[in-house]
């Protein structure tokens, strides 16, 4: 049976790859974006030919995952067509590069608003659903960042990274019983493909800003930049991302892998998560309360 599939931010990256690669997998994919009337209207129109060009159900909807009432209308539009969603894919992002110090409280409070509040007004709307229908799969595109290797200038995006994989991990186990899966998938740095460091945010205080780019660090930002198109492989597939969520979602239910890594750099986050993950787990078995650990299967 064809998924009812949502991938949210899917205008470019990540997003855009992963809701084409779904569609030609069979599923009935919705590519979510704002402005599809807008400055995403190209986008919309390129969709809609991939759609037709290769036979497949790709389709756009609005959704800003900055606005719940742009969300519940959006999430509201696909339950009506279809009477279930399968699974949501929390991919919407941003990145903002540049030395913790000279971005505003309100900057980072911008990045966590997109990173991690949008996945909680998606969540909202979506969860009631699943629990419904007791099975479905939530999908969450992390960071490596948040296990592995951490270079500087990347604080924000960093840290909103490591906040919305907690909040993941929790779900995860809250949702176990509803026969609700979790998937995390893991990209590492990936310099080609994406838009991340082209449409990254900078800082809003430039008088810090010239204080870091003139005091004993001049030129780190740029040596940031070189270090990663160094430790990246020239063939580093940003495609990789999308398969992983492909193989993810098309893996029988009850057996989907938590945690799937796509590393080309391999920072480490791998051994990092492994940790992690075990360390959680052991404690829930500890407890008495390894059932969490698995979907319940309805």
């Known amino acids: 049976m064809k998924n009812i599939i949502v991938v949210t931010g899917a205008s470019s990256g990540f997003g855009r790859l992963s809701a084409e690669a779904l569609a030609k997998a069979g599923h009935i994919v919705y590519a979510s974006m704002r402005a599809t009337t807008g400055r995403n209207a190209p986008t919309v129109a390129q969709m809609a030919a991939f759609s037709q060009q290769h036979g497949v159900d790709l389709r756009t909807v609005e959704l800003d995952v900055l606005s719940q009432e742009s969300v519940d209308a959006g999430i509201a539009q696909i339950i009506a067509e279809h009477g279930r969603i399968d699974v949501i894919v929390h991919n919407a992002g941003h990145m903002a590069f540049g030395p913790a110090e000279a971005f505003t409280p309100e900057q980072f409070a911008q990045l966590y608003d997109v990173n991690v509040l949008g996945t909680q007004r998606v969540n909202r709307a979506v969860l009631p659903q699943m629990r419904k229908q007791k099975h479905g799969l939530v999908a969450w595109v992390s960071s490596s960042s948040s296990a592995g290797g951490t270079p500087p200038y990347l604080a924000p995006y960093f840290a909103a990274k490591a ?136």
């Open 163 to 298: 906040a919305m994989d907690s909040i993941a991990v929790q779900y995860a186990r809250e949702l176990s019983g509803w026969g609700i899966e979790t998937s995390i998938i893991v990209p590492g740095a990936f310099t080609s493909g994406t838009n991340h460091f082209a449409h990254a945010g900078r800082p809003a205080d430039e008088s810090v800003l010239e204080a870091y780019e003139n005091g004993p660090n001049a030129g780190l930002g740029e040596r940031i930049q070189q270090a990663f198109a160094a430790i990246v492989p020239a063939d580093a597939d940003v495609g990789l991302v999308a398969q992983a969520l492909v193989d993810v979602v098309d893996a029988p239910a009850g057996q989907r892998p938590f945690r799937v890594h796509v590393d080309p750099a391999q920072d480490g986050a791998d051994v990092g998560f492994a940790v992690l993950d075990r360390l959680r787990a052991e404690m829930l078995q500890r407890v008495g309360m390894a059932e969490l650990l698995k979907p319940r299967v309805y």
